[in-house]
């Protein structure tokens, strides 16, 4: 019965030695990356950010500007009925214009924000097989995503912060 102890207890002993080493080799490295941070923080997002609102802050004065003829021409409009057209069709004109200049301000952020997803998914792709990563996960509180926790050592978003140029 001893020597059954034994050799059970020895073949456990070798079976460890040499199958331990390879189910090391399986590890699966996993890091965490917070996608959200990056498109508003990555010197390429911020950049985008600038020009959409430089762009949004020139179609507002040229708004205001067609706003406050408007104005004038609704004073007008009071004292004359030709004047009361030519004001209730600027306004319609000038009421499609803002429905536009909105929609057109939204495709372009949209548009932009799609872009510069795909780019960053790509550029995390490339850096979890540049380091052997063989899983990561989304981390954005806005995401609700599935990580429920993981330390600052596991987290990639900075590396990543700083390819997105």
Do not use: H
């Not at 020597?3 to 207890?9: E, M, Q």
């Amino acid at each position: 019965m001893k020597r059954i102890v034994s050799k059970v207890t020895l073949f456990s002993v070798l079976s460890f030695c040499f199958f331990a080493p390879s189910s090391l080799e399986a590890q699966i490295r996993i890091a965490t990356v917070d996608v959200a941070r990056i498109l508003n923080e990555s010197p390429k997002a911020l950049l985008q950010k600038k020009r959409l609102d430089q762009r949004s802050a020139k179609l507002q004065t040229e708004l205001e500007e067609e706003r406050d003829e408007l104005r004038g021409l609704e004073s007008e409009a009071r004292d004359s009925s030709d004047v009361a057209k030519k004001y209730r069709s600027a306004s319609r004109d000038f009421a499609r214009k803002v429905k536009d200049a909105e929609e057109d301000l939204k495709s372009d952020f949209l548009d932009a924000n799609r872009r510069l997803t795909a780019e960053v998914l790509t550029i995390i792709e490339d850096y979890s097989k540049e380091e052997g990563i063989d899983l990561v996960l989304n981390k954005s509180e806005a995401s609700k995503g599935p990580v429920l926790f993981a330390t600052k050592m596991a987290d990639i978003t900075d590396k990543i912060i700083e390819r997105v140029k």
